[in-house]
Structures are given as C-alpha cells and as structure tokens.
C-alpha cells in the first residue's frame, strides 16, 4: 500500500521552501527513518525520513522545486524490498544490479545516464546525446549545467572548424582564461540577503565603538576553567556567557535597547531573550537564547555550544532562530579587528565583538601591554539617542572590566 510523504507542517513565519538535495531515488531500498530529503525554507533546512522501512515509488516534487506546509512530495511503499519477486519491474531486485536498474529506469531510455528535468529539456531542445555529456552531479547525474557547457563546448568547436587551419598550440586554453561558474543563490542566503537591505534600507542605523581590557575576564577563566568544567559537567568557561550576562544586566538599566518599532509603536520587553549569531556552511543564523536574565554562566554557555553543534550539522528547530530582542555576534573568531555589525530587524540593538589584540595603553601614566577588544554597538538611530547607546554600550565595557559587578549587579 502507498503512503504519501509529506512536507513538514510550516510554522506561520513560514509561508513555503523549496526541494534541496533528494538523497534517494525511486526504488532504491530506504530503513525507517532514514534521510530522504531536505527542504530549505528562509530560516532553516527542515528534513524528511522514511516513515517505514520501504522503497520510494514516485517522487513529484524535484530539486529545486517549491513546496507548501505538509504538500506530498512522493509516494512510498512500505516492506521489505528483498521480497520483491524476480522481474518485477515496479519493485527494487534484491541483487548487485539494483542500483543500474533504478538509474536505466530513472533515466528514460537514456542507457545509463541520470539527467535532471532541465538538463534532459536542453538535450532534447538541441539534439544532444546525453551518453556524450559528463555528469558531474550525485551519482553522476547530468545537471543542466553539464548540458550547457557540453553544448557551449560543442559551439566552440564547430567555429574552430570552420574557421581557417591554426598551430597546435591554439588549440589549447588560453593563458589567462577565466572561468566563471554561475550556481542558483539558496532560500536561505536570499532571506539573508533581503534581511539585510531591509535593515539598512528601514532602519537609521548607525555604530558606536569602544574597547575593553579583557584582562581581568582572562585571569578569571584561566584561574577557575578546570573547576567550572568539573562543577558544570564538562561546560567550558567561554567569553560568550560574560558577554550575555553583561549584555542582560546592561539591557536592564537601558530598556529601549531591549525595545522594537512595531509600525507607530514602541514595545518594550521585560524579559531578555539573547541571540547568538552562529555561521554555518549554509549561511548566518542566529538561535535566541530565551529568558538570559534567568540563566546562570554554566547554562549559558551550555546553550551556545549546543547551538554552534545543531547549527553546523543543520538541526536547528525553526522556534529556536526566530524571535529574540538582542543580538551578539562575534567576527573575532575570524580575525576580525573592527566591524559595524547590521541589526537584525526588529531588534533596535546589535553588539559585535572582535579579536582579542594586545596593545600598548597608557595605565595610570605607564604604557603596559594589554589584551584589547573593540566593542561595536549598532543601533537604531529612531529609537535610541546616541547618549543612551553611548552609555549602554560604556556599561558593558565596565561590567567586563570589573566581572564582579556582573554578579552584584552594581
């Protein structure tokens, strides 16, 4: 009997995705809960696996296409494939050969070939052989951009035929040819990308910097890690967690940090929900920790390293990145010296911090060298005055300068 599979049900922040990467093809053997196919949305790449063990039957959506919430994507059937009769075309043979059949059936009459839909419309629209195309796609699957580079190819050498005989050496690439290669932007990047006009383009942002002696935050972790490891069940001391717990008493004192413009309206929240911009193969996301003014440095710390894990391997739940009234995002650990960090709407605050450098500073008369970090405050300039970015962003230079205030809360 066939079961549909279904997209997974969008939340209302959510309105479709799109088909990345089928990781089965029909009729190739599948376990329960194995990986069938991602789907990318504009926040996150949500997976589908088998309800049973069983083979895919008919796939309806393709690579690339658009899907909506709980849309059926294809139909499955559920058994064990290895009691699949002998010649049974609709089923998977239980033999070495299984897979050169699936890809002959997959490929319609093309021998052994696997071209996508698009690839197969180009060949066919300019009588191409796709046995004469290179494959470079999963499984050697022809894309269309193996069509359109074998027929550009084909182009090319159809003029160096008619044209008048060369040297030999002219028939090699050039020196100095520069190829392009031209991939569709992903959901992800694209709501990226649209998020970040939109702050620029809505906002009257504007950045304000200074710089903290991570001095003393250093000593602490240096003189308390192992403890705090062995305490905390294996939770390293980090500076993400005196960053937060800085930030939440900082959002505190100046509450329209904590603010955001709802169309002619200011909403102030009395409750702390920090974002922790995490990159990832795939592009920025930023998990909130929620309720940060409850949380202790052990929790905090436990939280971000579960999100940098989950965010790396793609397993972020859409509930986990969406919200938060605050962001922190950290360029140092890329090497980063000085940033003006985007906002991320509808959040009126954003605090980047960068690489930890030592410098030369003048302390109490006397040059000492010490480890510097530029802090940088973007705000919106519609909410927030520059005295009270100014200041907030003053409060939490002194909070990490002095780690016993954070824990007073003076």
């Known amino acids: 009997m066939s079961t549909d599979i279904k997209a997974p049900q969008f939340p209302e922040s959510v309105q479709d995705g799109s088909i990345a990467t089928w990781h089965k093809k029909v009729g190739e053997p599948v376990s329960r809960d194995e990986l069938l196919v991602d789907i990318e949305t504009d926040k996150v790449v949500m997976e589908v696996s088998a309800p049973a063990d069983g083979t895919l039957t008919e796939i309806l959506k393709q690579e690339g296409d658009t899907v909506e919430s709980a849309e059926v994507i294809a139909k499955f059937k559920a058994g064990s494939v290895a009691a699949a009769p002998a010649g049974d075309d609709s089923a998977p043979a239980a033999d070495d050969k299984s897979a050169d059949t699936d890809a002959a059936a997959a490929s319609q009459s093309d021998g052994d070939k696997l071209l996508s839909p698009a690839a197969r419309k180009i060949a066919d629209e300019n009588n191409i052989d796709p046995q004469s195309v290179q494959g470079t796609g999963k499984d050697g699957r022809v894309t269309k951009e193996d069509v359109m580079n074998h027929l550009s190819a084909k182009t090319k050498s159809a003029s160096a035929t008619s044209a008048p ?115 990832t193969d795939k592009g920025l996301v930023v998990p909130v920790i929620r309720n940060a003014e409850q949380m202790g440095l052990a929790d905090i710390e436990a939280t971000v390293r579960d999100f940098g894990l989950r965010a790396r391997d793609g397993k972020l739940g859409i509930d986990e990145i969406t919200g938060g009234t605050f962001t922190i995002t950290n360029g140092g650990v890329f090497g980063s010296l000085l940033s003006t960090p985007i906002l991320n709407l509808p959040q009126s605050g954003i605090l980047g911090m960068h690489k930890i450098q030592e410098r030369p500073m003048a302390v109490n008369g006397e040059v000492k060298i010490l480890p510097m970090m530029y802090l940088a405050l973007s705000y919106d300039h519609r909410l927030l005055d520059g005295k009270e970015a100014v200041q907030f962003l003053v409060t939490i230079k002194e909070l990490l300068e002095d780690p016993a205030r954070i824990l007073l809360e003076v």
């Open 165 to 279: 005989a060369a040297p030999a050496e002219t028939e090699q690439a050039p020196v100095g040819d520069r190829p392009e290669k031209r991939v569709p932007m992903t959901r992800l990047r694209k709501r990226i990308a649209e998020r970040l006009l939109e702050a620029s383009n809505t906002t009257a942002m504007l950045t304000t910097f200074n710089e903290v002696n991570m001095a003393p935050i250093m000593e602490l972790r240096a003189k308390y890690r192992d403890q705090f490891e062995k305490t905390h069940d294996g939770t390293r001391l980090g500076f993400m967690g005196f960053f937060v717990k800085a930030a939440v008493e900082a959002l505190r004192r100046f509450p329209a940090v904590n603010a955001s413009i709802d169309n002619d309206d200011i909403v102030y929240h009395g409750y702390q929900d920090i974002g922790v911009a995490v990159s």
